[in-house]
C-alpha cells in the first residue's frame, strides 16, 4: 500500500511540475518567437529600399561618370561598398532569423561535392592572387554526399573566404577532403587550414556567436558582417555534422568540419 501511495504521489508532483514548467515557459516561448518574426519581417522590408539605393548609384555613376572629381568618386565608391555590405548583413540575419524558427528546411539532395568546391575556389582565386596567396584543394574525384548544394556552397565559401581574410600577404590557404569511417559510420571531413593571423584560445569558443569579432576594426575594414561563422555552425548542425577549431596566435587556424555523408532522416 505504502509503495502504491509513493509510485501515486511521485506521479501527481511528476505530472504537476510538467504542467506548472509548460506554462512558465510559454510567454518565454512566444517573446521569442515574437522577436525572431520582428528580425525576419525587418529584414525583408530592409531588402527592398537598399536594392533601390543599389541600382540609384550603378545609375547616377553611369550617367555622372565624366563629371565625377577624384573626391566625388571615392564617395560614390564608399557609398557603393557601404550598401554591399549592408546587403549581405541582411541576407545574413534573415537566414539566421529563419534557421532559428525552422523556415529553414534544408533541400537535400545525394550529390558530388567536390565540383562545388571547385566552383569555390575558382570564384576566390582573384581574391588570393591579389593577396600573393597560394591556394590549394586536396580532394579525391567525387565525394558523394546527402545535404543542401546552396547551403553546403554557402558553408565552404564562409570558411575559405575568412581563410584568405585574416592571412596576410605570401600566406597559404589548404582545404583538403576525405572520406572517413568513424564509429561505423562514413563521414566527409573537410580541413580548412591557413598561415594567418590565429585566433587566441580565450576567443575559439567565441567566434560562433553572432556578432563576434576578434578584432571589430579589422572585421570591418574586411567586409565581414561577424554572422559568417554563425551561419556555417548552423548549417554543420543542420546537416548532423560538427564544426571545430583549433588555432595558434601568429601560425595560423585550422577548421574541420565532420558531415555523415548520409543523413538520418
Ligand atoms: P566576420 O564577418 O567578422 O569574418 P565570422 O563570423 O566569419 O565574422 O568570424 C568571426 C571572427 O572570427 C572574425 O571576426 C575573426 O576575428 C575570427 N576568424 C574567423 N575565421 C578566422 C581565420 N581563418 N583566422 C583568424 N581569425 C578568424
Same mark, same amino acid.
Given at each position: ?18 504542467? +506548472? ?40 555613376? #553611369? ?31 534573415? !537566414? ?36 600573393? #596567396? ?8 567525387? #565525394?558523394? #554526399?546527402? &545535404?543542401?548544394?546552396? %547551403? ?22 589548404? +582545404? ?12 566527409? *571531413? ?7 593571423? &590565429? ?10 556567436? %553572432?556578432?563576434?569579432? *576578434? ?10 558582417? &561577424?554572422? &559568417? ?23 595560423? !587556424?585550422?577548421? *574541420?568540419?565532420?558531415?555523415?555523408? %548520409?543523413?538520418?532522416?
Amino acid at each position: 500500500f505504502l509503495i502504491g501511495l509513493g509510485v501515486l504521489f511521485w506521479g501527481i508532483s511528476f505530472l504537476f511540475s510538467y504542467f +506548472m514548467s509548460k506554462r512558465a515557459i510559454a510567454p518565454i516561448r512566444e517573446s521569442f518567437l515574437r522577436q525572431r518574426e520582428f528580425v525576419d519581417n525587418a529584414s525583408h522590408e530592409l531588402r527592398t529600399p537598399l536594392a533601390i539605393l543599389k541600382s540609384s548609384l550603378d545609375v547616377f555613376e #553611369i550617367e555622372e561618370e565624366d563629371r565625377l572629381t577624384g573626391v566625388s568618386k571615392k564617395v560614390m565608391a564608399h557609398m557603393k561598398d557601404e550598401v554591399r555590405r549592408m546587403t549581405r548583413l541582411i541576407g545574413d540575419l534573415l !537566414t539566421l532569423a529563419r534557421s532559428d524558427s525552422e523556415q529553414q528546411s534544408l533541400k537535400v539532395e545525394s550529390f558530388d561535392v567536390v565540383p562545388v568546391i571547385c566552383d569555390i575556389q575558382e570564384a576566390l582565386e582573384v581574391l588570393a592572387k591579389e593577396k600573393a #596567396i597560394e591556394l590549394t584543394v586536396k580532394m579525391p574525384t567525387s #565525394i558523394q #554526399i546527402d &545535404g543542401d548544394r546552396e %547551403r553546403l556552397k554557402q558553408l565552404f565559401y564562409i570558411l575559405l573566404d575568412n581563410a584568405l581574410k585574416y592571412t596576410p600577404e605570401g600566406g597559404r590557404v589548404t +582545404m583538403v577532403a576525405s572520406v572517413q569511417t568513424k564509429e561505423k559510420k562514413q563521414w566527409s *571531413v573537410f580541413r580548412v587550414q591557413d598561415t594567418g593571423v &590565429g585566433i587566441a584560445n580565450e576567443e575559439q569558443a567565441r567566434i560562433f556567436d %553572432r556578432f563576434y569579432r *576578434v578584432n571589430k576594426n579589422r572585421s570591418r575594414q574586411m567586409g565581414g558582417t &561577424g554572422l &559568417g561563422l554563425s551561419i556555417a555552425k548552423w548549417i554543420v548542425e543542420a546537416h548532423q555534422g560538427e564544426i571545430k577549431v583549433t588555432s595558434e596566435l601568429q601560425k595560423g !587556424t585550422t577548421f *574541420v568540419i565532420m558531415l555523415p555523408t %548520409r543523413l538520418e532522416r
